[in-house]
């Protein structure tokens, strides 16, 4: 396993690319880092200290026929937090699985966890989003929120878990699969766009949102170039 260990903040973002290998990242207390991950497979763990802070962007693009990525974030020091932005498109008959756990092991931690997907063609993708709270983890605060579209006989399936041992916390998920809207599709055609050019206009704007919402100008500038060379 390839170990990072941050001691340091930094404003810049820590960038990992198409990597097929274990990783283990750990952050030190009162660190504050973000990390850019593109393309992998295998496991990627973070371990986060006391008030440190973690904004981790996935972005998983890749042809490979079948792909299996791992998330595992520990919040094991009081007052740290992550947010993690997972986006995904996949198509043809690739195959992919996405599994996210959340474990707060510390007080007064906080997680939040955004998913979006597109699948197209034959393709299939699970995800899985867990969020534990353990019992010593009081005035914890978990949320994630899910929304994937398909295309055509693609195969997409969501499955949000939580496992919580402590009455003391916030935590809530969202999930939502559902199939491309065909009228908003036929309104871009009306106005002029082919089919394609259609489905490309509805996709990056699915996408858009969340990504309008990163603070990074780099990081976004990254996301929206890693999604445009699929679509």
Not at 130 to 150: F, M
């Amino acid at each position: 396993m390839k170990t990072i260990s941050l001691h340091e903040t930094s404003d810049e973002p820590f960038f990992l690319t198409n990597t097929d290998q274990n990783i283990l990242v750990t952050l030190a207390k009162n660190v504050h880092a973000c990390v850019v991950h593109q393309d992998a497979s295998g496991t990627i763990q973070f371990i986060l200290e006391e008030d440190s802070s973690l904004l981790y962007y996935c972005v998983h693009t890749t042809q490979e026929k079948t792909a299996a990525l791992q998330q595992h974030i520990q919040l094991r020091g009081k007052h740290s937090q992550v947010k993690i932005v997972n986006l995904f498109y996949h198509a043809q008959e690739e195959q992919n699985e996405l599994t996210t756990h959340i474990e707060h092991l510390a007080p007064s931690t906080e997680s939040l966890l955004l998913t979006r997907g597109i699948v197209k063609d034959k393709a299939k993708n699970t995800f899985k989003g867990l969020i534990t709270i353990a019992k010593q983890a009081s005035d914890a605060k978990g949320k994630q929120e899910s929304k994937v579209l398909t295309f055509e006989e693609a195969q997409a399936y969501s499955i949000p878990e939580l496992d919580i041992e402590n009455n003391q916390v916030q935590c809530s998920h969202g999930s939502s699969v559902g199939q491309v809207d065909q009228e908003k599709l036929f309104y871009l055609q009306s106005r002029g766009l082919s089919e394609e050019e259609a489905q490309t206009v509805f996709i990056q704007g699915f996408y858009e949102p969340l990504l309008q919402s990163i603070a990074h100008p780099i990081i976004q500038d990254f996301l929206r170039k890693a999604l445009a060379q699929r679509l």
